[in-house]
């Protein structure tokens, strides 16, 4: 099997053989063997085909590359400090240790040149999708004759494991069907997984399979070099299909004794075996981490080739700029994430009784026409979700201006693509479902929250309140379990004037993803119709004063169930018990409020009761008695399944009272 074309070459590949080698070595953990078998097919593409400027790892134009199969890291942090990242070789001899940038999965906020987080196999694979996604989408929107201002490639290399995986092929069909033809997977078939051949698990016909997806599919000697680049070629050329290139690869190729085997996957070479892949390869034994100056020299080629790939971008869009001034403006206010405040002022304000998803369509009525890059969709649940973007045209592949984007019933893939919408930039992109399928898409929605991606997920259906569909649908214990996310905001507002400000809260978000949790059944206005400055913003504030300086009780509820702490309330003080009702939307953005102000909230030492349909855990943090449903819940009409499990202002009342003894 031939290994590269030239001495050069040859020297190039071993290179970052060598680096990712000892790199796993050095750390006594990792996995040498991708990296060792895939390094001819990512060299060819790093060096013949991928532009990018490692001196601005953020210019706007660069292609992107996503190593899907992140447990092989290394070698793309040995392709990172090579072709002249801002990665230091001492960072590759830190390889997972405490405070590097070159952690055991590739992670966006640690490494210059990393994209996104990928580890959780098959998530960089889906993500990519919403990358390709968006591409497409800024090119048909600002391109214009003679001006290509948005055009780039979407690239990555995938394992058996992402094969296996569902998002996968979640992602895989949407991709074919939408015609994204500028997204390019290498797929380094090794046949090798931990359990040892793939034979004992993966026995489909991968090229058919990709094939009847709609791909372009093409099956190549992935240890070769040149067969590499001739079939990344060929791909680029197809502007219709996504392209799959089936590569053949060995695992830790060189390994005298563990190339092609179980054992070169997850574990260091040892020392004595790592001399003989070193002497087998032509690799000198010392020093470790070994750079040839004629290999770095060639790899280095790509800070001068980005610096003129940028600055010819550079030109074009002043040439365009010229030429198109407004679209220009607006190109260059979307890449910087200023989405003016039109859309603020456009925000609307609520005094009927609406379910929050109702409200929630109106917001996103009003503010989609101040926000043209506003782009996103639904798991086949439009109807349901009311969230699509009225006179606007859906993404189809005849059309890729559509702002409205068909997921199909693929929660997973559709999380990760709007993730990778988010990633790209230049563009706030959403999707919606229903929320108990969060369940079927929280790999990427704690992904989102780990990059630090602020994408927009609209759930609906948020309660027990659906009614009939019965428990099968009913969310009992998402809005908890979602709420442990570090760096998730989930915003469950009470009525259209929160549902307003929470979508505010949502796309201003630069680091923190924002999930909606909106209800079925209608609400009364109940909240300050102050939209800009509402007080949701906060949290939680104080939305029904004590008749007192100091409550008795403090009621706290969210989203449906502040109209029973409203109404609660009322007896509560006609009792002669001062009380204060507290709407708490988002407990991510109430913790992040200072000690004074939760005070004057949720007062130390007053008796709180928390109201909300759903498990209970979240409020002992912030309560002592609980309204809430620790069960599944049942088939029935709305009003039925709610008396029933206890979320009435009678209910309420009498919970309040226990607390105090009365």
């Given at each position: 099997m031939p290994v590269a074309t030239s001495t050069l070459d040859a020297l190039c590949v071993n290179t970052i053989r060598g680096l990712s080698m000892d790199g796993v070595q050095a750390a006594n953990s990792g996995h040498?063997?991708?990296?060792?078998?895939?390094?001819?097919?990512?060299?060819?593409?790093?060096?013949?085909?991928?532009?990018?400027?490692?001196?601005?790892?953020?210019?706007?134009?660069?292609?992107?590359?996503?190593?899907?199969?992140?447990?092989?890291?290394?070698?793309?942090y040995s392709l990172l400090h090579l072709?002249?990242?801002?990665?230091?070789?001492?960072?590759?001899?830190?390889?997972?240790?405490?405070?590097?940038?070159?952690?055991?999965?590739?992670?966006?906020?640690?490494?210059?040149?990393?994209?996104?987080?990928?580890?959780?196999?098959?998530?960089?694979?889906?993500?990519?999708?919403?990358?390709?996604?968006?591409?497409?989408?800024?090119?048909?929107?600002?391109?214009?004759?003679?001006?290509?201002?948005?055009?780039?490639?979407?690239?990555?290399?995938?394992?058996?494991?992402?094969?296996?995986?569902?998002?996968?092929?979640?992602?895989?069909?949407?991709?074919?069907?939408?015609?994204?033809?500028?997204?390019?997977?290498?797929?380094?078939?090794?046949?090798?997984?931990?359990?040892?051949?793939?034979?004992i698990t993966f026995t489909e016909d991968i090229e058919m399979r990709f094939k009847a997806y709609g791909w372009h599919v093409q099956k190549i000697d992935g240890m070769d070099i040149d067969a590499v680049d001739r079939a990344l070629t060929e791909a680029e050329k197809i502007k219709d299909k996504p392209s799959f290139i089936i590569a053949r690869t060995i695992i830790g190729y060189g390994s005298p004794h563990r190339e092609g085997t179980p054992e070169v996957h997850g574990k260091a070479l040892g020392a004595d075996e790592l001399k003989l892949a070193k002497e087998a390869l032509g690799i000198p034994l010392e020093p470790t981490f070994y750079e040839p100056e004629d290999a770095v020299s060639h790899f280095r080629e790509a800070v001068s080739n980005g610096a003129k790939w940028q600055e010819e971008w550079n030109a074009k869009l002043a040439a365009y700029t010229q030429d198109y001034p407004a679209e220009a403006k607006l190109l260059k206010a979307s890449i910087a994430g200023d989405w003016g405040t039109a859309w603020i002022?456009?925000?609307?304000?609520?005094?009927?009784?609406?379910?929050?998803?109702?409200?929630?369509?109106?917001?996103?009525?009003?503010?989609?026409?101040?926000?043209?890059?506003?782009?996103?969709?639904?798991?086949?649940?439009?109807?349901?979700?009311?969230?699509?973007?009225?006179?606007?045209?859906?993404?189809?592949?005849?059309?890729?201006?559509?702002?409205?984007?068909?997921?199909?019933?693929?929660?997973?893939?559709?999380?990760?693509?709007?993730?990778?919408?988010?990633?790209?930039?230049?563009?706030?992109?959403?999707?919606?479902?229903?929320?108990?399928?969060?369940?079927?898409?929280?790999?990427?929605?704690?992904?989102?929250?780990?990059?630090?991606?602020?994408?927009?997920?609209?759930?609906?259906?948020?309660?027990?309140?659906?009614?009939?569909?019965?428990?099968?649908?009913?969310?009992?214990?998402?809005?908890?379990?979602?709420?442990?996310?570090?760096?998730?905001?989930?915003?469950?507002?009470?009525?259209?004037?929160?549902?307003?400000?929470?979508?505010?809260?949502?796309?201003?978000?630069?680091?923190?993803?924002?999930l909606f949790a909106l209800s079925r059944q209608a609400l009364p206005a109940l909240t300050p119709d102050t939209v800009k400055n509402h007080?949701?913003?906060?949290?939680?504030?104080?939305?029904?004063?004590?008749?007192?300086?100091?409550?008795?009780?403090?009621?706290?509820?969210?989203?449906?169930?502040?109209?029973?702490?409203?109404?609660?309330?009322?007896?509560?003080?006609?009792?002669?018990?001062?009380?204060?009702?507290?709407?708490?939307?988002?407990?991510?953005?109430?913790?992040?409020q200072s000690a004074a102000y939760k005070e004057s909230v949720l007062p130390k030492g007053v008796p709180t009761v928390s109201i909300e349909a759903g498990a209970t855990l979240g409020w002992y943090k912030y309560a002592q008695a609980f309204v809430g449903i620790d069960h599944f819940g049942a088939s029935a009409p709305t009003e039925v399944v709610m008396k029933e499990f206890g979320f009435t202002p009678e209910n309420v009342v009498a919970v309040a009272k226990k607390l105090l003894g009365r």
């Open positions: 040498p063997g991708l990296p060792m078998g895939a390094a001819p097919m990512a060299y060819s593409l790093w060096t013949r085909h991928l532009r990018h400027n490692p001196k601005d790892p953020h210019w706007f134009n660069r292609d992107r590359f996503i190593l899907s199969a992140g447990h092989g890291s290394m070698l793309l072709t002249g990242y801002d990665l230091p070789l001492d960072e590759l001899k830190k390889f997972r240790q405490w405070g590097s940038k070159t952690p055991g999965h590739p992670e966006n906020l640690l490494t210059p040149g990393v994209e996104m987080a990928t580890g959780p196999l098959g998530q960089g694979f889906a993500t990519s999708v919403g990358y390709a996604i968006a591409e497409a989408h800024l090119a048909a929107i600002f391109n214009k004759p003679g001006h290509d201002v948005i055009d780039h490639y979407t690239y990555g290399i995938c394992s058996d494991g992402d094969m296996m995986e569902g998002v996968t092929s979640e992602a895989a069909s949407l991709a074919g069907h939408l015609g994204l033809g500028k997204l390019i997977f290498l797929y380094d078939s090794n046949g090798i997984t931990i359990d040892g051949s793939t034979d002022d456009a925000l609307p304000t609520f005094t009927d009784k609406l379910a929050t998803r109702k409200s929630a369509e109106a917001v996103m009525d009003a503010i989609m026409p101040h926000l043209p890059t506003f782009i996103g969709g639904s798991a086949d649940l439009w109807e349901s979700n009311m969230t699509h973007l009225k006179d606007a045209k859906q993404f189809q592949p005849e059309s890729h201006e559509g702002r409205n984007l068909a997921f199909g019933i693929r929660e997973h893939a559709m999380v990760a693509a709007v993730n990778g919408i988010t990633r790209h930039g230049g563009l706030r992109a959403f999707g919606s479902t229903f929320l108990i399928f969060s369940d079927y898409c929280r790999p990427s929605l704690r992904l989102a929250a780990l990059m630090e991606c602020p994408s927009i997920i609209v759930f609906t259906h948020d309660s027990i309140g659906l009614g009939e569909d019965g428990p099968t649908h009913q969310s009992i214990e998402q809005l908890t379990s979602l709420r442990v996310i570090p760096n998730m905001n989930v915003l469950r507002p009470a009525d259209g004037n929160e549902a307003s400000a929470c979508w505010k809260i949502a796309v201003e978000s630069t680091e923190t993803p924002c007080p949701a913003e906060k949290g939680g504030y104080v939305l029904r004063p004590a008749s007192k300086a100091k409550p008795d009780c403090v009621l706290v509820a969210t989203g449906s169930e502040v109209q029973h702490a409203v109404a609660a309330k009322d007896t509560l003080e006609a009792e002669g018990i001062s009380t204060q009702v507290v709407s708490m939307p988002s407990t991510f953005l109430y913790d992040k």
